[in-house]
């Protein structure tokens, strides 16, 4: 991890995200690393302690929960599984699609994910959230509220997109208070030791590796690496899946969590991020590491 660390921390590419006011305060040089296996077994490198918000990361573990609450066919069915081949934040795709939402892990099928939350209050429903992304950290994750206000206060594209949903049918519920909700899951503040332990969990099928609780179903865990792997890296998962092999997740913020089934996760934070909207020494040190430790989920030798 050390060595992998120093072969990247030296990347200058890529912009640190501005549209989040305070996200650009972050400082491009954090560089954080992560290893966690099913065993429970972490090996970090660089800023592995340094919190961030989740943002985007937070997408695959809220639709791991409300897998676990509503079930397979009814989630397929609403929120979708295939990539759109556009930006995270597009209106053009649900256009393109009659209304309807195309994955779990844009913006759109977020948002229509976590309208689907239980609970009978807002309140509960942000419970259900804090609670389970808790418990697949195995500590109890806090609430950035600079990031949170910042959010509230530039957001006017996730509540246009909550909108549109609403009036094509697909939201049945207040969709301000829909993306207030989405936003809170998107503050809230983790490590890449943390995330790390987070994606070990799906890879450990849904039983977290260090306390043995299970979080969700083995069933769960496959269908959230089934969606992260096509649609995780946006308009650039097909990339990530050709060069990595594995399902993963980044955040705005700079957070990445790759999983290998089975094995582990590897977690990067590092803010500067490509056109995409992902990590650019995440992806190189992923790709680095996926090679170095035969983490791919394609590769295999002639007998």
């Not at 912009?15 to 400082?27: G, R």
Request: proline residues 4%; charged residues 15%; negative net charge.
């Amino acid at each position: 991890m050390e060595k992998t660390h120093s072969m990247y921390a030296g990347l200058e590419e890529g912009n640190v995200a501005s549209y989040i006011p305070k996200l650009a305060e972050a400082d491009p040089r954090w560089f954080g690393l992560t290893l966690a296996s099913t065993n429970g077994s972490t090996f970090s490198a660089g800023d592995s302690r340094q919190e961030f918000s989740i943002q985007s990361i937070s997408k695959a573990f809220v639709y791991a929960l409300v897998c676990d609450s509503v079930g397979h066919d009814e989630v397929r069915e609403r929120i979708g599984v295939n990539n759109t081949g556009l930006p995270f934040n597009s209106v053009m795709a649900i256009e393109l699609n009659a209304g309807h939402t195309m994955n779990p892990m844009v913006n759109a099928g977020a948002l229509a994910t976590t309208s689907l939350v239980p609970g009978e209050s807002w309140d509960q429903k942000w419970e259900f959230i804090h609670a389970g992304l808790s418990a697949f950290a195995g500590r109890d994750l806090v609430l950035d509220d600079d990031v949170y206000q910042s959010e509230m206060e530039t957001n006017l594209r996730n509540l246009s997109i909550a909108r549109l949903l609403q009036s094509y049918g697909h939201i049945a519920v207040d969709p301000a208070c829909v993306t207030e909700l989405y936003t809170r899951q998107c503050s809230l503040r983790v490590t890449t030791e943390d995330l790390a332990i987070m994606g070990a969990t799906l890879a450990n099928g849904g039983a977290h590796p260090v306390t043995g609780a299970s979080v969700v179903s083995p069933a769960v865990s496959q269908d959230v690496l089934s969606v992260m792997a096509t649609t995780g890296m946006y308009e650039a998962s097909g990339d990530w899946l050709y060069e990595i092999g594995m399902p993963g997740k980044s955040g705005v913020a700079g957070g990445v969590v790759t999983v290998a089934p089975g094995k582990g996760s590897l977690a990067i934070f590092s803010p500067p991020l490509d056109a995409a909207g992902n990590s650019v020494r995440g992806i190189h040190a992923t790709a680095h590491l996926s090679r170095k430790l035969g983490l791919n989920l394609f590769s295999s030798t002639p007998r």
